[in-house]
């Protein structure tokens, strides 16, 4: 009995050992320069082999790791399936590329088809697919000809026109890389959809002030002139001398009334009403919002993308000509704005009942989409109306947390993508009422 309880425990011992060696193994680059040249594919990374410790034998060990990790990386096998490699083809007078034999999965978010079927990537996506690999590029010519000139990175590089061109590939790849689906704003190849539904046109004096920027400076001007004569009159200090206060309330009433504020849109109502009455808008450099953003989702619609989740605006802080928006411009930004106002209290699935795309409501838009007929409108809204609605449960909203989020998060807000030096820092951008 000693003797089967003795290798009994030898035995559980051999696996414990042996489990425990497994869990610490690490990447050995000397077999996997061994089966380089028969696997394409390479074993699971490990954990770091060495730690730092300034000794020259650790400096040797190291040296014979990278030697055999580069004769692995230089001795494997390279290049790409002829049947599985797609094509794109430069043309530098439409500063885009032609996919003749489109696939692959980036088609769901990137590339446009003309009216003759052919699908044509932006240059931003065509320099980010190939630097990904996904596309091999070359320079656009009569797809009859035999010869094929290819490009590399660096040419595709030289193609940029300009810095600002530059600077919105690099935001495009970084967010890209980052897992969102980016597209170009304010892009007509696509049917549009917008929280402001299509009114009457504006009226011409309303318009005049909304597109000069001189005009809309004067009246800026004007307005900050009335709030200090309102305030140097009306709010004197004899009033604080005399006045009585009982409650804090009452004085912080009294001094927020000092203080001229830009009144906050902090409904749908409000942003309906603002959009066509909005007069003190300065438009110019640098109030450009570039990209329209979604987080990542499975039923994205290239054609009818909704919309988006955040929006970008481009600074290069590299550029001397380029300086902080002002606010002028930054009202201007906020005006221009049309995305999903999460601050409205609106859930993710319900952004269809309160979207226009083409004119339509989102919902309806959609089921005539499906359906490829143009049903009634009125009894397919109220339908889809009441399937919603049944579903759908509020939750309780906290006002005092509710309050605090607002405090934080602003109102309507935007991302700043600033460019320093090919570094790329995200501010968001928001309006915040202090003075509530």
Not at 149 to 164: A, K, R, T
Not at 222 to 238: D, G, W
Request: include cysteine; hydrophobic fraction near 35%.
């Amino acid at each position: 009995m000693g003797s089967k309880l003795s290798d009994e425990l030898d035995d559980r011992e051999d696996i414990i050992n042996d489990s425990g060696e497994e869990d610490e193994d690490v990447q050995d680059w000397s077999q996997v320069s061994q089966i380089a040249a028969t696997s394409i594919t390479l074993p699971r990374r490990g954990e770091k082999d060495y730690e730092p410790d300034g000794s020259d034998i650790q400096e040797l060990q190291l040296y014979k790791a990278k030697k055999l990790m580069l004769d692995t990386l230089r001795n494997s096998v390279r290049g790409s399936v002829l049947k599985s490699q797609v094509k794109a083809y430069y043309y530098a007078d439409k500063h885009q590329a032609l996919l003749p034999l489109p696939k692959g999965n980036f088609l769901t978010t990137m590339g446009r088809a003309n009216s003759s079927g052919e699908i044509w990537l932006d240059f931003h996506e065509f320099v980010y697919l190939s630097e990904r690999g996904t596309i091999t590029p070359f320079w656009g010519h009569d797809l009859t000809d035999v010869h094929e000139i290819p490009l590399s990175v660096e040419d595709l590089y030289s193609f940029f026109p300009n810095q600002n061109e530059l600077n919105k590939y690099l935001v495009y790849s970084h967010l890209k890389r980052l897992g969102f689906i980016v597209t170009l704003s304010h892009d007509k190849r696509t049917h549009t959809t917008s929280f402001f539904p299509r009114t009457a046109k504006e009226n011409r004096f309303i318009a005049l002030f909304r597109h000069n920027p001189v005009l809309s400076s004067i009246s800026s001007i004007f307005k900050l002139k009335i709030h200090f004569y309102q305030n140097y009159f009306v709010y004197s200090r004899a009033q604080y001398i005399f006045g009585r206060y009982t409650t804090n309330e009452q004085i912080y009433k009294r001094l927020a009334n000092l203080v001229s504020v830009n009144p906050i849109l902090k409904s749908s109502r409000e942003l309906l009403h603002s959009k066509h009455h909005n007069y003190c808008l300065h438009t110019g450099p640098g109030t450009e919002i570039v990209f329209d953003m979604w987080k990542p989702c499975v039923n994205f619609r290239k054609k009818s993308p909704g919309l988006p989740d955040y929006q970008i605006v481009i600074f290069d802080k590299n550029n001397p000509l380029s300086k902080f928006p002002s606010s002028l411009k930054l009202k201007s930004i906020f005006n221009q704005l049309d995305y999903k106002f999460d601050y409205l209290g609106i859930d993710d699935d319900e952004w269809d009942e309160h979207s226009y795309t083409e004119g339509f409501q989102r919902m309806k838009y959609l089921a005539m989409q499906r359906n490829k007929t143009k049903i009634p409108i009125k009894d397919k809204t109220k339908n889809n109306h009441k399937q919603v609605s049944s579903k759908r449960k509020k939750r309780p909203v906290n006002e005092n947390a509710l309050k605090m989020k607002r405090l934080k998060q602003g109102y309507r807000s935007f991302l700043m993508a600033v460019i320093d030096n090919g570094l790329i820092s995200f501010i968001r951008i928001s309006e915040t009422d202090f003075n509530c």
